[in-house]
T-cell receptor, first 112, second 113 residues
Framework: ELKVEQNPLFLSMQEGKNYTIYCNYSTTSDRLYWYRQDPGKSLESLFVLLSNGAVKQEGRLMASLDTKARLSTLHITAAVHDLSATYFCAVAFTSGTYKYIFGTGTRLKVLA | EPEVTQTPSHQVTQMGQEVILRCVPISNHLYFYWYRQILGQKVEFLVSFYNNEISEKSEIFDDQFSVERPDGSNFTLKIRSTKLEDSAMYFC???????????FGQGTRLTVV
């Protein structure tokens, strides 16, 4: 069974602090995506990671992919309130058919 | 910037009624998907569609569900006889290649009463 797990599920942090969200998946894939979702809104693409060792950075967020460990991380540096949202990783499975399996999501709340 | 558009944004329907959710994928995209998200929960895969046929479907996508690409632009999800547990946000997505970055529409909130 294809599984994508994230931890933590909930994260409450102070502004200015650093933290990492982890995304583990159960089957071989070299394509992983991070999305942000604000309450009641759609999924906004943040990062596209397409190979082992890929690292992408945008502002205070940095994502990386280790396909051998089947692990991706989303690192938050010096958090600000605007980063409060739910973050999902999604793994693309492309053996014959195509689908994206989403992680459980991490609800991030940054406290002022 | 090209985007995936979904209509309606919110639909309320009575249990047992049929609903059709509509999506217009990005014009040069070839792969289409439906996902659903029950309030506060994870995003669940329903079905993927390519070359005018279903590529893969999940166990959620039972006989009550069907998809169609009736013309060159629309992609629809039909729920034949809605149940209370079908209440969720339904997202359509498209990608230009299999496994490439998927772009999501703004969603249709379906409420079954």
């Amino acid at each position: 069974e294809l599984k994508v797990e994230q931890n933590p599920l909930f994260l409450s942090m102070q502004e200015g602090k650093n933290y990492t969200i982890y995304c583990n998946y159960s089957t071989t894939s070299d394509r992983l995506y991070w999305y942000r979702q604000d309450p009641g809104k759609s999924l906004e693409s943040l990062f596209v990671l397409l190979s082992n060792g890929a690292v992408k950075q945008e502002g205070r967020l940095m994502a990386s992919l280790d396909t051998k460990a089947r692990l991706s991380t989303l690192h938050i540096t010096a958090a600000v309130h605007d980063l409060s949202a739910t973050y999902f990783c999604a793994v693309a499975f492309t053996s014959g058919t195509y689908k994206y399996i989403f992680g459980t999501g991490t609800r991030l709340k940054v406290l002022a | 910037e090209p985007e995936v558009t979904q209509t309606p944004s919110h639909q309320v329907t009575q249990m047992g009624q049929e609903v059709i959710l509509r999506c217009v994928p990005i014009s040069n995209h070839l792969y289409f998907y439906w996902y659903r998200q029950i309030l506060g929960q994870k995003v669940e895969f329903l079905v993927s569609f390519y070359n005018n046929e279903i590529s893969e479907k999940s166990e959620i996508f039972d006989d009550q569900f069907s998809v169609e690409r009736p013309d060159g632009s629309n992609f629809t999800l039909k729920i034949r006889s809605t149940k209370l547990e079908d209440s969720a946000m339904y997202f359509c997505a498209s990608s230009d290649r299999g496994g490439a970055e998927a772009f999501f529409g703004q969603g249709t909130r379906l409420t079954v009463v």
